[in-house]
């Protein structure tokens, strides 16, 4: 499983910056966990973030799971019935 530490919000200008490595991660041949401790914010990029790399692991039956999700991205990703992916351990024992 390859994990990949957020330390900034997910937002439009973020999501910009961080696009090759979300495509680089949507490519990957193992299971992908966002531990997602250092997100305070999330918007519709972030989520369209998270849901082209879930997408495409899903093509080739790897899973995207989403650990140390709380505040204001938990109850967005909730809202979206999003919470499927969520972990309930953190990312460093997974």
């Known amino acids: 499983m390859r994990i990949m530490k957020i330390d900034q919000d997910m937002d ?3 999501m910009a910056v961080m696009k090759p490595v979300f495509e680089e991660l949507a490519g990957s041949e193992s299971d992908v966990c966002f531990d997602m401790s250092g997100v305070q914010f999330i918007d519709s990029s972030g989520v369209g973030a998270i849901v082209f790399v879930f997408k495409r692991l899903r093509e ?3 899973k995207l799971t989403l650990a140390n999700v709380a505040g204001q ?3 967005l990703l909730r809202q979206l019935k999003l919470e499927f992916m969520l972990s309930t351990r953190p990312a460093s024992v997974l």
Request: charge should be positive.
């Open 73 to 75: 991205p938990l109850r």
């Open 12 to 14: 439009a200008a973020s």
């Open 60 to 62: 080739r039956s790897l």
